[in-house]
């Protein structure tokens, strides 16, 4: 579904990212771990435009979209989240879901001046779209809030909420569990794995906490120094010791244990 | 029962808008309603994009101007009448507005800020300097009043003030329904996306350019067509009406009244020109008053007259 092929960046001097092949399946949920600085929110900014890559080429549902503006990867289904809270904060939540229906609503000029068929229906549309996701993602009491007036965590999952009112057919997370209690984290989980049975998208996730990462990945990818160090199944490339020798985190040798 | 109560809002509102000029019956107050009613037009063309797409433009009075000199060129030099003229300001101002949008809208902050004020400033030059197209600072004279309608035994005539004020209500309520439509739909969504996170907006596919220049655009079409309905009211026109000065002041009426509604703008335009003219009995000190009060109503209300009270009335908004 999506395939980086040869993909690098550099920043100056600093190769951020440099010569990483990786795919992701249709349908499964793969995950990037690497150390700090790796270059994993590097390489989620090549794939989704944010970055132009310096040689190498992305391949998305079987077209070319190296170098094309991130609205136009988004358009074609495929949507991120940053590792940043980022989020419209002077709106309610309910507004903020209504314009990440963006991508949904079809209407036409003329068909917004004179409220025609599309408008109208969009309009109806909106409501029950919303009802979905925000029930969808547990933000639904919290809808007539301002954004910034929700909680930390809140406003993390409407971030996700954002991205997946784009309808995306691959969804990149930018580590979804940072900062997030041991209660939120576990919703996180199972709103992920529903994500990738119920909505059947495809996830692409970046992540810190290896727990959350081993239990739910179908596969993992290994990033260090912006070079791709392995990758496989959960298991086998926890057990690899160039991995756990990269990656001396605390975290990491708990789940390999 | 709620959509009978705006029901009965509306009817109101109209009979008050109605029966305005029968109480205030003076040409002085007319003109000053007539002025109103402009610069409501002005204010919420702009408001679109600075309180909605959030793009701060410091030239508007440019585009005002470009309407009422194209509409008044046709109709003196040509003998075009206003309701071709009309349209023909607003889309001149509207291409126009499109193109500097392609042009400036990269810009951010400060810098969309100097460089629209300068295209304002260009604008004047050319107006004072073209003399053979627009007479230069002499301005232009003998601009048409709208020519009357006719329709089987109905006779409009555009001849008294009281005239364009009911004129100016229509073209205020066309101007009102297009933004209100616009601003409620994905397209007015995406400006407020763009304004509020332009990075998370492209990452939902919104494409901010084009949603900028959008909002530019439309915002500098309205002006243009205030122009127009400027130039064939006070019948001349020269460059000192759409000075800086006046884009600033359209500015502050969007600012005082509240960005990023409909109703804002028009409260800033209204009480910004009605206020101004309680404050001659100062004299003097006019100016002084006024540039404090609007510090001090910046400094307190930084959402505007009407943002504010929104807020307080209606805040399901925690
Ligand atoms: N726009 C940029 N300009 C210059 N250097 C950058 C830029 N973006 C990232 N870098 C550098 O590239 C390297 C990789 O950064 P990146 O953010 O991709 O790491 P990461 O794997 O996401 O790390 P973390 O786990 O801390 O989020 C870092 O050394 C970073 O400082
Ligand atoms: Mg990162």
Redesign the interface.
């Known amino acids: 579904m999506l395939q980086a092929k040869n993909l690098s960046v550099r920043f100056g001097g600093l190769k951020a990212v440099e010569n990483v092949s990786l795919g992701v399946a249709k349908g499964e949920i793969m995950s990037l771990i690497g150390p700090n600085g790796a270059g994993k929110t590097t390489f989620f900014n090549l794939v989704?435009g944010?970055l132009k890559p310096t040689a190498g080429t992305v391949h998305f549902m079987d077209s070319d979209i190296t170098g094309l503006?991130?609205?136009k990867i988004?358009?074609m289904g495929l949507?991120?989240?940053?590792q940043k809270t980022?989020?419209?904060?002077?709106?309610?939540v309910a507004?903020s879901i209504?314009?990440?229906?963006?991508?949904r609503?079809?209407?036409g000029?003329f068909d917004?001046?004179t409220?025609g068929k599309v408008?109208r229906q969009?309009n109806r549309d909106i409501g029950k779209w919303s009802e979905d996701i925000l029930s969808f993602t547990g933000l639904f009491s919290w809808k007539?809030?301002?954004v910034k007036?929700i909680p930390y965590g809140k406003q993390r999952m409407l971030a996700i909420a954002?991205?997946l009112?784009?309808e995306p057919k691959l969804l990149l997370l930018d580590e979804p569990a940072t900062g997030l209690n041991p209660v939120e984290t576990q919703e996180l989980m199972d709103i992920i794995l529903k994500i990738r049975d119920e909505k059947k998208m495809t996830v692409f996730l970046i992540e810190h906490n290896m727990n959350l990462v081993v239990s739910i990945s179908d596969r993992l990818a290994v990033l260090c120094y912006g070079e791709k160090l392995t990758e496989g199944k959960p298991a086998e490339v926890s057990q690899d010791p160039r991995v756990i020798e990269a990656y001396l985190g605390r975290g990491f040798s708990y789940a390999a244990s | 029962m709620n959509r009978f109560l705006r029901g009965l809002f509306a009817v109101l509102i109209a009979a008050a808008l109605y029966g305005l000029p029968r109480l205030f019956t003076m040409d002085y107050y007319l003109h000053i309603f007539v002025m109103s009613e402009i610069y409501a037009v002005l204010a919420l063309s702009l408001g679109l994009i600075v309180g909605f797409a959030g793009q701060v433009s410091m030239g508007h009075a440019a585009f005002y101007g470009m309407g009422a000199y194209v509409s008044a060129i046709l109709g003196t030099r040509w003998g075009w009448p206003f309701w071709i003229t009309f349209w023909i300001g607003g889309i001149f101002s509207g291409v126009v507005s499109y193109g500097i949008g392609r042009l400036v809208l990269r810009l951010r902050g400060h810098v969309l800020a100097i460089t629209t004020a300068f295209f304002g400033v260009l604008v004047m030059v050319v107006m004072n300097n073209w003399i053979s197209l627009t007479n230069g600072p002499m301005g232009i004279t003998g601009i048409p009043r709208p020519t009357p309608i006719e329709a089987g035994s109905v006779r409009l005539v555009f001849e008294s003030r009281i005239h364009y004020y009911y004129l100016g209500l229509f073209f205020v309520a066309g101007v009102l329904y297009v933004l209100y439509r616009l601003t409620n739909s994905r397209l007015g969504d995406a400006m407020v996306a763009v304004r509020e996170n332009e990075e998370l907006a492209k990452s939902l596919g919104v494409n901010a350019m084009k949603s900028k220049v959008f909002a530019f655009t439309a915002g500098g079409f309205i002006a243009g067509l205030a122009g127009s309905f400027y130039a064939h009211y006070i019948l001349f026109i020269s460059p000192v009406t759409f000075t800086m000065n006046e884009s600033i002041n359209m500015l502050v009426m969007v600012i005082f009244g509240g960005m990023s509604t409909l109703f804002g703008p028009i409260l800033g335009a209204v009480s910004l020109t009605i206020l101004p003219e309680f404050l001659r009995m100062a004299g003097e000190m006019r100016l002084v008053i006024y540039g404090f009060a609007l510090i001090l109503f910046i400094v307190w209300l930084p959402m505007g007259v009407w943002g504010t009270l929104k807020n307080r009335l209606f805040s399901g908004k925690a």
Do not use: C, M, Q
């Open positions: 989704s944010f503006p991130p609205n988004a358009g949507v991120r989240t940053f980022n989020i419209f904060a002077d709106v309610t507004e209504k314009i990440g229906f963006h991508l609503r079809k209407a000029f917004i001046l409220a408008s969009e007539n809030y301002l007036n954002l991205a009112a784009a």
